[in-house]
């Protein structure tokens, strides 16, 4: 039996989220990660853990739909183990939440712009 807890329950059930564009669904990854960012930084560990949960469930789904669509992860693949290391993890790659946002700030423009069309 799966004991995975869908963090997104609508989301992976309805297939709403495969339905968004790449950088739709990137900039709301980055969105959890901003959030955790800022917990981490105001000391608040669970709402830190909480967001940065949700971020990688997040990107767990654009994962798996990268590999149904026979594309290549592997840049999405390093940067959760960026995102593992930095709030999971000893910071071994020494991240900061400024260098996590500065991967994620190119994607929030794009779906800015894609949704203003």
């Known amino acids: 039996m799966d004991e995975t807890v869908s963090l997104h329950k609508d989301l992976a059930e309805s297939g ?3 339905d968004l564009p790449f950088e739709v669904q990137m900039a709301h990854i980055g969105s959890e990660v901003f959030r955790a ?39 999405l693949l390093r940067m959760r183990e960026l995102i ?3 709030f999971y993890g000893s910071n071994e790659y020494d991240s900061t939440p400024e260098s996590l946002n500065r991967y994620f700030d190119p994607f929030a423009i794009k779906a800015s712009r894609l949704h203003n069309q």
């Open 37 to 75: 960012g800022k917990w981490k930084t105001k000391g608040k560990a669970d709402r830190a853990q909480n967001a940065a949960d949700r971020a990688l469930e997040l990107m767990d789904f654009t994962v798996a739909g990268m590999i149904e669509n026979h594309k290549n992860p592997r840049e």
């Open 16 to 18: 709403r989220w495969f």
């Open 84 to 86: 593992c290391d930095y």
